[in-house]
């Protein structure tokens, strides 16, 4: 393990890997840095030295041995604040730690009120979707809330919004794939509301008037497609032919 913060802190390829660099920046402290691409789209010899890349989900805390893990997606970067409070994090007992996500778009900045596990304990964790789509870490550890922040951009334009939904999409359906999550007609009909409700009841920066609107909209939509594709993929799949003796 290299020097720096004992954190291996891992970058989900959410849109095909052509934002890594800043995301992969941000984490420049953590003792290990990985990237976790589900579509294999990333290109080894395009990440930083010492970057190691995976694909498999369920194989992420494989990919370093620093003992703790920091998840953070592809348009995500980590706020100085924040390694400031992985330090203190790390230095304390084992704990599950929310920190705040800055969610910019649409010329608005919105903070949810209850922010994903993205710091916990690498051993006993893996990554999870809450009913959002929003990826998390879990962990058999108490959770608490961490006083440091993600800044995720997610379109500064309505365009640059609808741009992203796509690769964002068949990287969130295949690693619900990956994860074997079968949903319900319930939990289907369900998911996209609360994804709406998280963005319109999430804390703003200022009055955001519509712009709130069509930020929940998209958020309900980008749960719609990621289950679609999802669904589209799984019906591609050739069905399992049984012998019969």
Same mark, same amino acid.
């Given at each position: 393990?290299?020097?720096?913060?004992?954190?291996?802190?891992?970058?989900?390829?959410?849109?095909?890997?052509?934002?890594?660099?800043?995301?992969?920046?941000?984490?420049?402290?953590?003792?290990?840095?990985?990237?976790?691409?589900? $579509?294999?789209?990333?290109?080894? @010899?395009? $990440?930083?030295?010492?970057?190691?890349?995976?694909?498999?989900?369920?194989?992420?805390?494989?990919?370093? @041995?620093?003992?703790?893990?920091?998840?953070?997606?592809?348009?995500?970067?980590?706020?100085?604040?924040?390694?400031?409070?992985?330090?203190?994090?790390?230095?304390?007992?084992?704990?599950?730690?929310?920190?705040?996500?800055? $969610?910019?778009?649409?010329?608005?900045?919105?903070?949810?009120?209850?922010?994903?596990?993205? $710091?916990?304990?690498?051993?006993? @964790?893996?990554?999870?979707?809450?009913?959002?789509?929003?990826?998390?870490?879990?962990?058999?550890?108490? *959770?608490?809330?961490?006083?440091?922040?993600?800044?995720?951009?997610?379109?500064?334009?309505?365009?640059a919004a609808v741009d992203a939904l796509e690769p964002e999409s068949?990287t969130r359906a295949a690693l619900l794939a990956q994860l074997g999550?079968?949903?319900?007609?319930?939990?289907?009909?369900?998911?996209?509301?609360?994804?709406?409700g998280r963005v319109l009841l999430a804390r703003a920066s200022e009055?955001?008037?519509?712009?709130?609107?069509?930020?929940? *909209?998209?958020?309900?939509?980008?749960?719609?497609?990621?289950?679609?594709?999802?669904?589209?993929?799984?019906?591609?799949?050739?069905?399992?032919?049984?012998?019969?003796?």
């Amino acid at each position: 393990m290299t020097e720096g913060l004992p954190v291996l802190a891992v970058v989900v390829a959410t849109r095909g890997g052509t934002h890594l660099e800043a995301a992969l920046a941000s984490v420049a402290w953590a003792a290990e840095r990985a990237v976790l691409d589900p $579509l294999a789209e990333v290109v080894v @010899s395009n $990440l930083p030295a010492g970057v190691r890349l995976g694909h498999d989900v369920a194989a992420v805390t494989t990919l370093g @041995s620093a003992p703790w893990l920091l998840l953070l997606t592809e348009e995500e970067v980590a706020t100085p604040a924040l390694q400031d409070a992985a330090v203190a994090a790390a230095g304390g007992a084992p704990a599950a730690w929310r920190p705040v996500l800055e $969610l910019q778009t649409l010329g608005a900045c919105f903070v949810p009120r209850r922010p994903p596990v993205r $710091l916990a304990p690498r051993e006993h @964790s893996r990554v999870t979707f809450d009913h959002t789509l929003e990826l998390g870490l879990l962990a058999p550890s108490p *959770v608490r809330r961490l006083h440091g922040a993600l800044s995720a951009t997610r379109g500064a334009s309505v365009a640059a919004a609808v741009d992203a939904l796509e690769p964002e999409s068949r990287t969130r359906a295949a690693l619900l794939a990956q994860l074997g999550t079968r949903p319900g007609a319930v939990a289907l009909a369900a998911a996209p509301l609360l994804a709406l409700g998280r963005v319109l009841l999430a804390r703003a920066s200022e009055p955001a008037g519509l712009a709130r609107w069509i930020a929940a *909209v998209f958020a309900a939509y980008r749960v719609v497609l990621s289950h679609a594709r999802l669904w589209e993929w799984r019906q591609a799949q050739p069905a399992q032919i049984r012998e019969v003796v």
